[in-house]
Structure formats: C-alpha cells, structure tokens
C-alpha cells in the first residue's frame, strides 16, 4: 500500500461531470489498497470570475477571503461525488489542515503543516480531499499562495506526509522534449531530474509552477506529471541517477516569447558603472535574465539586458534617465526577440554542446543575439520570427525526434 498526494487542475474540474470522472479515478486508487490524499483547484475560470468581480475595490487580504473562495466549492463537489461512490471522503480548507503560511497575502509562502488530523483520516480508510492555493498566518487570515499554487499545496502536504508519490493530473500526459504544438515529433519524457524540470519551467515550460517543482527538489518528493482522462505512465521527476555520464545530453528543449533587450550605448567604462545602470532596475522589481557587456577600444562600453516583455516600457523610462546622468550615448529596445534553450544534466559529461547547438542554428540561417550559460542548459536570444525553425532545428540535431529516439533503441 502507497500514501499519494494527487492534484488536479482547474480544467481537470472544470464541470460536474469532470468531478464525477476524477472522483471514479480516485476511488479506483482507494479500491486498489492505496491511501490518497487530494489537493484541487478551483473549477476552471472561476478565479478569473471571482477576480472580475472585485475590480476596483480589492484589497489584499479582501482578495484572499474572495478567491479562496473556489477552491472550497470543488472540495465539497468531489468529496460528495467520492462517498456517493461509496469511497468515504472529507474535505479541508487549507485553514482547516493548518496549513501555516506567512503574511504576504496574494503571495503567501508555506512555513509549516499540521498533518495530524489527515492522518487521522486516512488511518479510517477516508479519502482526504484538500483545496489547493490558500492557507492560513499565524493570525488566522486566509492567505492564498499565488496562481498554480495548488501545484505548491500538492507538493508540501506530500512532503509533511512523507508520501510515496506526488501525482500532478493535468491534460497533458507528461513533460515533453519541447512543445509538441511546435514540434510534432516530440517524445514525451519517462523521467527528468529535478534540476532540469526546473530549468524548464524557469525558461517557459509551463507544465508546472517553479515553486512546486523547487519545494519537490527541496524535500525529495517524487512528483509525476499524469493526464487526468486517459491511462499512461506520464513523466517521474525525481533526483538525478548516478548513471548520468550514459543519460542523453540533452533532455528537452524550452523557448520563451515573452521576451525584451534593452542596449544602452556608450557608457564611459568606469568602475560600478554596471551597478549605476541595473540598480534603479532592480529597485523597480523589474527582474532581469540575460547581460551582456562589451568594451571598445575608446573606453566606453554597451550594455544589454533583457527583461519581461511587458516590463519592457519601464525599464526602458528608468533606462533612458539613467543613460543621461551617464553620459551615454543611446539607448535601444527591441520587443520582438525569444530564448530559446537547452537543457540536461548530461551536458556536465558531454563536450562541445554550446559548439553543436550554434551550428544547427547556423545551418538553418539562425543569428544569435546574446548567449547564457549554466551547468546545465544553454540559452540564446534569437528573432522571435525564427524561433519555431530553431526548435525545430535543434530538436532534430540533437536526436529528441520521436523518430530518432526509435532508431537508437532499436524500436
């Protein structure tokens, strides 16, 4: 017998007759011998409704009481679905489980759970069926934790239980090489570390929530990524295998294009003058990605970084006052460029990567704007009119096609 935690999207509840189907999957679990534990969203589009509402009169911690709100109508739906089954179930409020958060209302963070009273319940064979997102501070307000924070509740309650698996069910079955909208061929995945399902979502993968996938990391907690409505393995991320000098070089491929490059040119080179241009950014709480700096031979130097794509006006208003007390001699935007990236832990024990990736992109008449690196991933800013041909590109010179992967296991 396991102990999971399984979560289920808004889109996965998003009707009557959605709760119905995920509670018959659940009690099949149940029936099977294996104790659950449910975390759920709101029904689709209901946050988005409850969030209408309130425009122009919001207040933070109002907000949280509001929102919070959804979450509790799916518990109670599928708690009566499941004992209708004949599968015993109680719902939670996260206030209700005692999960602890701090103050930060619409942004909470988890600081601790009190798991005692889940135990009791799974101890009687019930099905315990939490709302994702919210929790309570030491005052007892209702926070919530962000949008995907269920992703986040899933995962710290699998972590307090200690639970075998944390199942995350989406409508995808599982985390792909890239975006099959974008790439037929691509396979979906058996297994990825943590480290490069973090990687993923921080460069655009949106299968699920950095934090959820962080605390996964943080705790050890296998999480796997299921489809709600059809049978399949999905995708176990997990920590990295001691095999990794045999894994693949690369795992997937992730593209953001949601990207913006601001230049300022001729900065004089001085000292701190990096700081002088990107401080007022970050005090904006304008978060910034890639930087690149060059100097010429006439001691002066340009300067990019890239932002949000919507942070991009700001940045550049903050830029454009900055470059004047600089004395520099321009400043440039550009909103039409993407990032485009490589991940896997493979490339720790895999030369000429960056060499490979540069010549498939050459090859199909790709140029590279700016280039990022870390242990393991590779990302470049490209045209975004030419970012799907370079997924394309790299997808098949580093063998992710379905295809490919075929011919080298000999299916």
Do not use: W
């Amino acid at each position: 017998m396991s102990l999971l935690v399984q979560k289920f999207g808004g889109t996965s509840v998003g009707t009557v007759e959605r709760i119905k189907a995920v509670a018959e999957k659940v009690a099949a679990f149940r029936q099977q011998g294996h104790d659950i534990v449910v975390a759920v969203s709101a029904m689709s589009g209901e946050t988005n409704r409850l969030i209408a509402l309130s425009e122009g009169i919001a207040t933070p911690r109002e907000m949280d009481v509001l929102v919070s709100t959804g979450e509790q109508v799916t518990i109670s739906l599928l708690s009566m679905a499941l004992n209708t089954l004949g599968c015993p179930a109680v719902s939670y409020t996260g206030s209700q489980v005692r999960i602890l958060t701090d103050s930060a209302h619409t942004k909470a963070r988890i600081k601790r759970i009190d798991e005692g009273n889940i135990r009791a319940d799974l101890a009687e064979g019930k099905v315990v069926v939490v709302a994702g997102f919210q929790g309570t501070d030491e005052a007892g307000n209702i926070t919530t934790l962000g949008r995907g924070g269920s992703d986040t509740t899933a995962v710290a309650l699998a972590a307090a239980l200690k639970a075998d698996e944390c199942q995350i069910y989406t409508d995808v079955d599982g985390v792909y090489t890239t975006d099959p909208r974008v790439v037929a061929s691509a396979q979906r995945l058996d297994r990825i570390t943590f480290e490069e399902m973090l990687e993923m979502a921080s460069l655009g993968s949106k299968v699920l929530q950095i934090r959820a996938v962080e605390f996964a990391g943080k705790y050890n907690v296998p999480l796997r990524v299921l489809h709600s409505f059809q049978d399949g393995p999905g995708t176990l991320i997990c920590l990295e295998e001691k095999t990794t000098m045999e894994a693949p070089a690369i795992s997937g491929i992730a593209f953001n294009r949601d990207e913006a490059k601001l230049t300022v040119l001729g900065v004089p080179d001085i000292p701190g003058v990096a700081y002088k241009i990107l401080g007022p950014i970050s005090e904006a709480n304008i978060e910034v990605d890639v930087i690149v700096q060059n100097v010429a031979d006439d001691k002066t130097t340009d300067l990019t970084f890239t932002v949000h794509r919507n942070d991009m006006k700001r940045a550049a208003t903050i830029l454009e006052a900055t470059a004047s007390e600089l004395g520099a001699r321009e400043v440039k935007t550009d909103d039409k460029i993407a990032k485009l990236s490589l991940v896997g832990v493979g490339m720790r024990s895999h030369a000429g990567i960056a060499s490979q990736m540069f010549r498939a992109l050459a090859d199909v008449s790709i140029n590279i704007l700016l280039i990022t690196t870390s242990e393991i991933k590779i990302s470049v800013v490209v045209d975004e009119k030419f970012l799907e041909l370079g997924v394309r590109a790299l997808h098949t010179a580093f063998g992710l096609d379905a295809e490919s992967a075929a011919e080298s296991t000999g299916e």
